[in-house]
């Protein structure tokens, strides 16, 4: 070890200007079109929305995750089943719906760890990868 100090989470409850950050997964699927399509599709999303964290894509579905600050889940929830069609034009996004969307606290995030029901649980922040 390189005696550098855990990952710790840090509470940020006492100051009212700061809303929480959530850990977002969104899951969208549709028509069949050409991997690179989406793949670049993709990489141009990562570059309009802040946070994004990593995609992974098929022929006929895609995940993203992402970090969103909003006042509560139900919040984060509402942005996150926006965000597709919000960038369908300018990203050149498939006309996808969305199937799924996962919303976790920090805390539950880092919980989790390396390893959620024996699937790398922590994707390297950037990346976009086919399934």
Known sequence: ????????????????????????????????????????????????HPFLLSGRYA??????????????????????VLLWDEHVASAQLPRWRVVGVEVVDRETFHRRGRFVHEQPGLVATGRVTPF
């Open 1 to 48: 070890m390189d005696g550098a100090e855990p990952l710790r989470v840090v509470d940020t409850s006492d100051q009212p200007d700061r809303r929480p950050m959530w850990h977002i997964t969104l899951t969208v699927a549709g028509t069949a079109v050409p991997e690179p399509e989406i793949r670049g599709a993709l990489e141009r999303l990562s570059e309009e």
């Open 59 to 80: 022929s006929d579905r895609a995940e993203v995750r992402y970090w969103e600050e909003a006042s509560d889940v139900a919040a984060a929830l509402r942005m996150a």
